[in-house]
């Protein structure tokens, strides 16, 4: 057996009650699909700490995609506006030829 395998077993002997079951991000291993890592999988003060900076880091990126989103349906809106006046204003030019063709 190797040095880490006997650390790790002397470790989990000798800290059997350091993880907590009530199902909470970062009380432990095995809740929300995955252990999320050595901090998370230990529970504790320390893995709900790190699940609430991971929470943090989500909501952040997400509200930042939104406002990228938002910014670039914007420019969308306005280039669609600006598409809109261009063919109005091409409308009004045909339909002025028309009319001077219609009075010759």
Avoid: T, W
Avoid at 34 to 42: H, M, P, V
């Amino acid at each position: 057996m190797s040095f880490v395998n006997r650390s790790r077993q002397l470790v989990v002997r000798a800290l059997p009650n350091l993880r907590m079951y009530s199902g909470e991000p970062g009380s432990g291993a095995g809740k929300g699909g995955g252990g999320g890592g050595s901090i998370r999988e230990a529970g504790g003060a320390f893995g709900k700490m790190e699940a609430a900076r991971e929470d943090e880091y989500f909501y952040k990126k997400q509200k930042e995609q939104i406002a990228n989103l938002k910014s670039h349906l914007h420019k969308e809106i306005s280039f669609h506006e600006d598409q809109i006046k261009r063919h109005e204003d091409a409308i009004r030019r045909h339909k002025e030829q028309m009319s001077s063709m219609d009075n010759k």
